[in-house]
């Protein structure tokens, strides 16, 4: 994991990425630009005079890049200037992607156990109806995915984490692909907070490496990079509030549900296929049936149509029957209520390397079959 290096090599990536996105929720909060200014807020009694010139510790520079942990008084005290920050630091996310990534055991019900109590009471029922029956872990259903990602933050987030560890434990490769896709929306949905923080790629990395890399999907392996993944997180917000950034605010979860609109195809299919995981065929037995390559050519040619919709800031309410693999798509074509305008978002510039460069080929392009402009 190259974004999450340290010049200790025996640090692990997890503990990078927490202390990173502590300093920097802490460095936005406080309206500082550097360490230097953050320490000195934090700490002025560390700045002393020495031989006519003032003493710099610079402890705080160790905590840009995750190098060293804070201790546990440090964290206190910074908590009570910056409230919520020692949660963001020692959040059960952390640990749990932690234990996870040494291939240690995760008790989900312990670890369900401290998390938000809204949370909780989603996840954990009791044993029988008597008073101070010990609790039991809910068995995860599609009703429960989506109430969890209703909630939009890092419990919500756990919580998954934890299912998909108990659906790998059964070996049961439906729930883990279903799980799967739930976990990356709720990082797009989450993303922004980490893209504000300048850790977008290194959040997806982390979760490559736990989660979405060990997902047995149908149509192959987990193929989104950090460029895609970044762009997805930025239309995606800006399709769902155009103005100012709601996040940490009581408009957050009304925001939350827009998003899970967005991308359950409410408003349109072009973003819906174009914010799920893109996956390479995975064929090294040797040469894939029809079948086989039907159905991954019919997966990329829906998502590469929904990323020339958006891309191109047109209409796209369902994908046209002539980008349709003979013998695999059966859309039902039905109205839907127009998506409001994406607005005067700026074009992005796609690097050669990004998935969509590679595989975003659209075949209506070529036959000249482009959907009506936005105006």
């Known amino acids: 994991m190259i974004l999450l290096v340290s010049k200790n090599q025996n640090r ?35 700045f002393k005079r020495k031989h006519q010139r003032t003493e710099y510790p610079n402890k705080w520079g160790s905590y840009v890049a995750g190098e060293h942990t804070p201790q546990i008084r440090h964290v206190r005290k910074v908590e009570i200037k910056v409230p919520g920050s020692a949660r963001e630091l020692n959040h059960p996310l952390w640990a749990i992607l932690k234990m996870k990534m040494e291939g240690k055991e995760v008790s989900s019900i312990e670890w369900m156990g401290r998390l938000d109590p809204t949370v909780q009471t989603c996840v954990l029922q009791p044993q029988h109806d008597c008073f101070g029956a010990p609790r039991m872990l809910a068995p995860f259903s599609s009703r429960q995915g989506q109430k969890l990602l209703r909630r939009g933050d890092l419990d919500a987030l756990a919580a998954l984490v934890l299912y998909w560890g108990e659906a790998d434990h059964q070996e049961d490769s439906e729930a883990l692909e279903e799980l799967g896709r739930m976990i990356y929306k709720l990082l797009l949905i989450v993303g922004l907070e ?6 977008s790629a290194e959040l997806l990395v982390l979760f490559k490496a736990s989660i979405l890399d060990a997902t047995p999907w149908v149509d192959g392996y987990f193929a989104v990079d950090a460029q895609t993944f970044e762009i997805s997180i930025l239309l995606l917000h800006h399709l769902s509030y155009p103005a100012d950034y709601p996040g940490k605010t009581p408009q957050w979860r009304k925001q939350v549900g827009r998003m899970l609109l967005f991308l359950s195809g409410r408003f349109g299919d072009d973003i819906k296929f174009a914010m799920r995981p893109f996956c390479q065929p995975a064929w090294e037995a040797g040469p894939p049936t029809r ?26 309410k369902f994908p046209p029957y002539e980008d349709c693999v003979l013998g695999i798509c059966t859309h039902s074509l039905r109205n839907r209520p127009l998506r409001r305008r994406l607005g005067q978002y700026q074009m992005l510039t796609l690097p050669d390397e990004c ?19 936005r105006t």
């Open 291 to 316: 079948d086989d390559w039907a159905w991954w050519e019919q997966s990329r040619r829906f998502w590469a149509w929904g990323w020339h919709c958006l891309l191109n800031r047109t209409e796209g």
């Open 355 to 373: 998935v969509i460069e590679k595989y975003g080929e659209w075949l209506g392009v070529a036959a000249g079959k482009v959907p009506k402009r």
């Open 194 to 199: 980490f893209y504000r923080r300048n850790l």
């Open 12 to 46: 692990d990536p997890v503990d990078v990425m927490r202390v990173r996105y502590w300093y920097q929720g802490i460095m936005t909060t406080l309206d500082c630009q550097n360490p230097y200014q953050v320490e000195k807020l934090l700490e002025p009694e560390r």
